[in-house]
């Protein structure tokens, strides 16, 4: 059963308007999620995080929304460019989990349309 | 620079061969997964280790073996290479909070 859930598979913004990607999670136990983009043919890499303590993290254009009681997650991106066109998955851990392993989401595809 | 280095970046099999497909991580994590990616499918996790010499099963196992002799390496095994296992593989090293995944493998295999 998928613990981590990405519902869009793709998503398309015009150039300098905001990216919202969603993000739901089902076990109560993670506490620590992180956001990963994916070019064609390389692997992810590391976007931002949120621990749960927190309910918002920003780092540049790239802004992490935490919403603990529906456990949901979100990923703001502002102003959107045609190189953040991309996969990005979304992925939770948290103690007890299981042996350290981060859980991903399916991915949603962004297309930035200049 | 830490990284995560995979030996192919594209490797092409017949059906029926045995596949190998190395890993090695220089952050000396304990942990180490393999993935592979298809479309509409996500990460899906294929085997994982904690420790040299230990495996786990992830979410989708049937048809691969790993081997995790040092700790710095995690090998992906396809003991006998079928069409429906053409892929992107990728291997990950992590601690809890962070993973770093290699530059993947696309296998076909015909």
């Known amino acids: 059963d998928q613990q981590v859930k990405q519902n869009s598979p793709s998503l398309s913004v015009q150039e300098g308007r905001i990216s919202i990607l969603n993000c739901d999670y089902t076990?109560?136990?993670?506490?620590?999620f992180l956001w990963y983009k994916k070019y064609p043919a390389e692997g992810p890499t590391f976007l931002i995080s949120?621990?749960?303590?927190?309910d918002k993290n920003e780092d540049g254009r790239f802004t992490v929304f935490l919403n603990k009681s529906a456990k949901h997650l979100s990923l703001h991106i502002v102003p959107s460019q045609p190189g953040d066109s991309a996969v990005y998955f979304c992925?939770?851990?948290?103690?007890?989990?299981?042996?350290?392993?981060?859980?991903f989401g399916t991915g949603t595809r962004l297309t930035v349309i200049p | 620079d830490v990284k995560v280095t995979q030996s192919s970046r594209y490797l092409v099999k017949r059906t029926g061969e045995k596949v190998f497909l190395e890993c090695v991580q220089d952050?000396?994590?304990?942990?180490m997964f393999w993935y592979r990616q298809d479309p509409g499918l996500g990460l899906r996790l294929i085997y994982f280790?904690?420790?040299?010499?230990?495996?786990e099963k992830g979410d989708i196992p049937e048809g691969y073996s790993v081997s995790r002799e040092k700790k710095e390496r995690f090998s992906l095994i396809l003991e006998s290479a079928s069409t429906n296992q053409t892929s992107m593989y990728l291997c990950a090293s992590s601690t809890r909070q962070q993973a770093l995944f290699g530059p993947g493998t696309r296998l076909t295999v015909l």
């Open positions: 076990n109560s136990m993670f506490d620590y």
């Open positions: 280790s904690y420790d040299v010499k230990m495996k």
């Open positions: 949120i621990s749960s303590i927190k």
């Open positions: 952050m000396d994590h304990e942990n």
């Open positions: 992925a939770a851990s948290g103690v007890g989990t299981g042996a350290n392993n981060l859980f």
